[in-house]
C-alpha cells in the first residue's frame, strides 16, 4: 500500500471517528435537554432564595402595606408570588413548618399579590422560559395558616429540586368552626374545590403548559376531587379534549365511594395520568375514618406473607381495574416513617424519587424502590421499599 492510500484511509478513519464523536456529543446534549434540570433559585448571604406562585381562596386585608391572610374563605382568588429563604443543605426529615420557621430552615421572605392579568402574565413567562414548558400545582391539607402552608410549599420545591415553576393553591383549612376543626375543614375542602377548577382551566386556556402537573395531599385531595367534579360539569372544556398530564394524590383523605362513583370517569375524561399513593400505616386517615364514617382512600390494608411480600386489599384491586391504563396504585408503607404515618409525602426520600418518575413520564419499572406484585386479572401493583435495607 503506498504512502498516499494509508494517508487517506486513516484521514477517512479520523473523520468517521470525529463523526462518531459528534454524534454522542449530541446524544448527550439531547439527553441533557430532556432532563429536568435543578430549581432556579439565588443567594442571599446565608441563604437559597426561591420564587413559588401561589393562589388562595382565603379572604386577605393589608395594614401598613403588607397583606394578611385570614382563615375565612372568599368569594374569588388572591394571586402572586412569593420568596422563600432556604438554608442550603436542608434534609429531607419530619416537615414540621412551625419547626422550620422556629429553627430558620425556612421562612418566607416576601409575598406579592398580583392582579389577574399580571398574574397570568408572569406565570405564562415562568413556564414558557422552563425546560419543558411545565407547571407544577401543589395542594396541601387542613390545619395550617397560609404562611405555614407557603413554608410546606417552599421546603418540599426545594428539596424536590426539578426545574419547573410551582403554583400553591390554597385554602382556609385552618377555618375554625362550628362543626369541629376535622369536619369544618371538609366542608371547606369541598367548597373550595370549583375554585381550584376554574383556575386550573384559566390556566389551561391561558398559560397553556405542555406539561401539567396536579399534587394533592391529605384532605387537598377532596379539593382536588371537587375541582375535576366541578371541571367535568363545564361542558365546553369537557369536548375540547385538552387534559391535565398527570394527577397525584398522596394520602388521599377522599371517601373510596366517592371516589369510585364519581371521581373515576371524571379522572378518564380530564387527565392523562393518575398516581395514588396508600400506606397501611396512616393513622390520620383512621382518625378520619372514625369521624366521618367512610373508608378512606389513602388508608390501605396490608397483608404480610411469609415471602414477605405484599397482597393488594381487593378494594383497591377494583379501583385499578376501573382504568389499568390511567391510574397507578403505589404502597409507601414499607418506607412510612412519617409523623403518624401520614406525612410520607414530605418526610421520606423515597416519595420524592418515586414522584419524579411518575411526573416525567419514566416506566414504573426504572425505579429499583419499587417492586412489582402480580395480581389477577392483569392488573400490577407496585410496593415502595426502603433501597439501604
Known amino acids: 500500500m503506498t504512502i498516499q492510500k494509508i494517508t487517506a484511509v486513516l484521514l477517512t478513519l479520523f473523520l468517521l471517528t470525529g463523526c462518531s464523536i459528534i454524534v454522542r456529543r449530541d446524544a448527550a446534549i439531547n439527553q441533557q435537554e430532556r432532563a429536568y434540570r435543578r430549581f432556579p433559585s439565588k443567594s442571599e448571604g446565608a441563604y437559597r432564595i426561591i420564587q413559588l406562585f401561589y393562589a388562595t381562596d382565603r379572604k386577605t386585608k393589608e395594614k401598613d402595606g403588607k ?22 443543605g436542608l434534609k429531607i426529615e419530619k416537615a ?3 419547626r422550620l420557621k422556629k429553627r430558620g430552615d425556612v421562612g418566607i421572605e416576601k409575598v406579592e399579590k398580583m392582579a389577574d392579568e399580571d398574574f ?15 407547571l407544577l400545582v401543589f395542594v396541601y391539607g387542613y390545619q395550617d395558616n397560609f404562611e405555614m402552608t407557603a413554608i410546606k410549599a417552599s421546603y418540599f420545591a426545594y428539596l424536590f429540586d426539578v426545574n419547573t415553576p410551582i403554583l400553591l393553591f390554597d ?32 390556566i389551561i386556556k391561558e398559560v397553556k403548559p405542555r406539561n401539567l402537573g396536579l399534587v394533592s395531599s391529605s384532605l387537598g385531595c377532596q379539593v382536588s376531587c371537587k375541582a375535576f367534579e366541578w371541571m367535568y360539569q363545564q ?36 387527565a392523562d395520568k393518575l398516581t395514588v399513593y396508600v400506606s397501611s400505616n396512616d393513622k390520620a386517615l383512621l382518625i378520619a375514618r372514625v369521624v366521618d364514617l367512610e373508608k378512606k382512600l389513602g388508608l390501605q390494608k396490608v ?17 385499578k381495574s376501573l382504568a389499568p391504563d390511567k391510574i397507578t396504585i403505589i404502597d409507601v408503607t414499607p418506607v412510612d416513617r412519617a409523623k403518624a404515618g401520614h406525612t410520607y409525602y414530605i418526610e421520606t426520600p423515597e416519595f420524592y ?16 424502590r419499587l417492586y412489582l406484585m402480580k395480581v389477577k386479572e392483569n392488573v400490577d401493583y407496585w410496593v415502595m421499599y426502603n433501597a439501604q435495607e
Open 96 to 98: 414540621v413548618p412551625k
Open 120 to 134: 397570568i402574565k408572569n406565570l405564562s413567562a415562568a413556564v414558557e422560559n422552563s425546560p419543558h414548558k411545565s
Open 235 to 270: 361542558k365546553d372544556f369537557v369536548d375540547s379534549g385538552i387534559k391535565i398530564s398527570h394527577v397525584v394524590l398522596a394520602a388521599p383523605d377522599v371517601s373510596k365511594n366517592e371516589f369510585n362513583k364519581k371521581f373515576k370517569d371524571e379522572i378518564a375524561s380530564l
Open 303 to 319: 397483608k404480610i406473607e411469609q415471602n414477605e411480600q405484599f397482597e393488594e386489599a381487593k378494594d383497591l384491586l377494583y379501583l
Open 171 to 202: 385554602w382556609p383549612g385552618d377555618h375554625l368552626g362550628v362543626l369541629g376543626v376535622y369536619k369544618n375543614a371538609h366542608v371547606i375542602a369541598t367548597a373550595s374545590g370549583p375554585s381550584l377548577g376554574n383556575l386550573l382551566i384559566k
Open 353 to 368: 424519587d418515586d414522584l419524579y418518575m411518575r411526573l416525567f413520564g419514566a416506566p414504573a419499572f426504572y425505579n429499583r
Open 67 to 88: 397583606l394578611y391572610f385570614t382563615s375565612n374563605m372568599a368569594d374569588s382568588l388572591t394571586t402572586g408570588s412569593l420568596q422563600a429563604r432556604i438554608i442550603p
